[in-house]
């Protein structure tokens, strides 16, 4: 039997994109579209699991129903009323079919589950109906929304049977997206990707069987991230790449020691920051609450950073950076352009697959000097992932989908 396709031919720059940031963020789609030749994987979250195992849509409205207006589609075209509407696709991923159609390279992935929606995951996993209800569904919902591949959030697996039953429930991901394949006769077509979201805690990535998952698992998206918050009770780091109880580089490494190829490993990166009040300037030190933040408390979207006043510090050993406020008190621990450049050095040298953010709407725009997606795609430059998306869903209930949009 011959080994499957690579799902990819370079190097992953992938980005979440959330359904929520249509609304008081203002980000959709066509702002996608900017990065669209720096980006080869999109992670379109999230989407919902039932008790039942039945995977649903986090945001209907936003995901398929919002009809755009023409200066916030991809074609320029806006989305007309008619009686026929339930039999088409519009929202959000109407937007990101026209995106893939004009960038060839840009694959999309429905992601399932994330920190609120991982509830039902392990009763689902651990049950084989369940566990089938919800393959057939995801595979449902790619095959309608003119997807590329699935991504599986599950936080966490908290005991061996779960860490078991997720081994079985990726297994049987895997046969189902072949078979979907097969089934429209696209086997000459790029395979299917199956990609999970994976911790860089050791007691939750220790638990999984690794080297079991990795046999049926495309993409292995390390959370390299949160590793400091406002649930500690110092100031930290929360992204470094060395130093501390908790950095990338010692994740990357048990990863691979655990039998994952490092080829499947795609570091995470924040795009966002941490933040601490009343504290001095340097890591490690007391504080006392968090400030606001952008959307949600003691937290900083990345294009708002530094904030004024405040002055951006890098440690060159730890590969990691911050800015301090003395005036406010505020520490923000986030990765700068500096930190982003030295991890693309690393993601080469250890021959890892690449990078991804949390999340694009939280970047500078095309074209801003502090842009860490450019910056990845610049170090990157000419070694990008280039395997072609898929356009044909011939099985899609949606009528527009079954004929390519234009």
Not at 66 to 90: I, R, Y
Not at 221 to 226: H, Q, R, T, V
Not at 302 to 314: D, F, M, S
Not at 352 to 372: I, Y
Request: glycine share 8%.
């Amino acid at each position: 039997m011959s080994a499957p396709p690579p799902v990819v031919n370079g190097l992953v720059v992938a980005g979440y994109f959330v359904n929520w940031g249509i609304y008081a963020r203002n980000y959709n789609v066509i702002d996608l579209a900017q990065k669209a030749s720096s980006l080869t994987h999109i992670l379109y979250a999230f989407a919902n699991l039932e008790s039942s195992g039945q995977v649903i849509l986090g945001d209907v409205w936003a995901d398929k129903d919002k009809h755009f207006p023409p200066e916030q589609t991809v074609n320029g075209k806006g989305d007309a009323w008619s009686e026929n509407d339930s039999g088409n696709l519009f929202g959000n991923l109407k937007q990101l079919y026209l995106l893939k159609q004009q960038n060839r390279h840009l694959k999309v992935s429905l992601s399932i589950g994330g920190w609120t929606w991982s509830t039902n995951f392990a009763a689902v996993a651990t049950d084989p109906q369940k566990r089938a209800l919800f393959v057939q569904s995801a595979v449902k919902h790619l095959a309608d929304l003119g997807l590329d591949g699935i991504d599986i959030d599950w936080e966490y697996p908290k005991n061996e049977q779960e860490a078991l039953a997720y081994v079985h429930l990726l297994y049987d991901m895997r046969i189902a997206l072949d078979q979907y394949q097969q089934s429209l006769g696209q086997t000459h077509e790029p395979r299917l990707t199956l990609s999970v979201a994976v911790p860089c805690g050791p007691q939750q990535y220790r638990l999984l069987r690794l080297r079991d998952m990795a046999a049926y698992v495309d993409i292995f998206y390390l959370m390299a991230y949160d590793f400091a918050g406002s649930w500690d009770p110092h100031t930290g780091h929360q992204s470094a790449l060395y130093g501390g109880s908790l950095n990338v580089h010692q994740a990357v490494s048990d990863y691979i020691a655990a039998g994952v190829p490092s080829n499947k490993l795609v570091m995470g990166m924040p795009a966002y920051g941490r933040a601490f009040s009343n504290t001095n300037g340097q890591p490690g030190q007391p504080y006392q609450g968090t400030p606001e933040g952008s959307w949600e408390q003691g937290q900083f979207d990345y294009k708002a950073l530094p904030r004024p006043g405040a002055q951006e510090q890098h440690d060159p050993t730890n590969v990691c950076s911050w800015s301090y406020d003395p005036a406010r008190q505020e520490y923000v621990t986030y990765d700068s352009p500096i930190v982003v450049q030295s991890k693309c050095d690393y993601i080469l040298r250890a021959n890892l697959g690449g990078a991804m953010f949390w999340e694009l709407s939280a970047d500078h725009p095309v074209g801003h000097p502090r842009s860490l997606v450019e910056a990845v795609a610049r170090s990157f430059q000419g070694r990008l992932d280039t395997m072609p998306n898929h356009l044909a869903y011939p099985s899609s209930q949606y009528q527009n989908m079954r004929a390519p949009l234009s």
